[in-house]
């Protein structure tokens, strides 16, 4: 049964960082795609990043590029999302998800104000 858990999200002030972390099981996490996706209050849920397989090839949505950072660690089944230079658009519910199943986590909430 696949799992995802995403956590690392919080209460941030603009231009700070955060590192969100999405640890899986239940499948063969080297050997999936994975993506993080997110969802503000009242929007639909849209995709941020994604990573292949051995980490390197990365894509990016045009809101997030040059600040977001994909990354991954097979031996750890863990991907990760390093946030920098926060703005207030970017309060959203951040979930993970593995390219090629449905399934979601519960997301974590990641807060953008001063």
């Known amino acids: 049964q696949v799992r995802l858990v995403e956590s690392g999200g919080g209460l941030v002030q603009p231009g700070g960082s955060l590192r969100l972390s999405c640890a899986a099981s239940?499948?063969?996490?080297?050997?999936?795609?994975m993506k993080w996706y997110r969802q503000a209050p009242g929007k639909e849920r849209e995709w941020v990043a994604a990573?292949?397989?051995?980490?390197?090839?990365?894509n990016y949505a045009d809101s997030v590029k040059g600040r977001f950072t994909i990354s991954r660690d097979n031996a750890k089944n863990t991907v990760y999302l390093q946030m920098n230079s926060l703005k207030p658009d970017d309060t959203a519910v951040y979930y993970c998800?593995?390219?090629?199943?449905?399934?979601w986590g519960q997301g974590t909430q990641v807060t953008v104000s001063s």
């Open positions: 990573i292949g397989t051995t980490g390197g090839d990365t």
């Open positions: 998800k593995a390219a090629r199943f449905g399934s």
């Open positions: 239940g499948f063969t996490f080297s050997s999936s795609r």
